[in-house]
C-alpha cells in the first residue's frame, strides 16, 4: 500500500473527500493501513453538512461487478 500513497496526492484527496488538516491526515492514514478487499468511499452520512460523523467509510467487499 505504501506505493499507492506515492501515487496519490493530498490535493486529490482533498478534492474527493473534502478534507484538510488532520481530515486529511486520517484519510492518508486509513489508505495505508487497507487490507486486502477493502476501500473507503465517500460517506452519504450528514457528514457532507458537517453535521456528524466522518467524511468516508472503510468497508470490506469480496468482489466487484
Do not use: C, W
Amino acid at each position: 500500500m505504501a506505493n499507492l500513497l506515492k501515487t496519490i496526492s493530498d490535493p486529490v484527496i482533498r478534492d474527493l473527500f473534502g478534507v484538510s488538516g488532520k481530515e486529511l491526515q486520517e484519510i492518508r492514514s486509513e489508505i495505508a493501513g487497507l487490507q486486502l478487499g477493502e476501500l473507503i468511499i465517500k460517506s452519504q452520512d450528514l457528514s457532507g453538512l458537517g453535521l456528524m460523523g466522518k467524511k468516508y467509510k472503510k468497508i470490506k467487499v469480496s468482489h466487484l461487478i
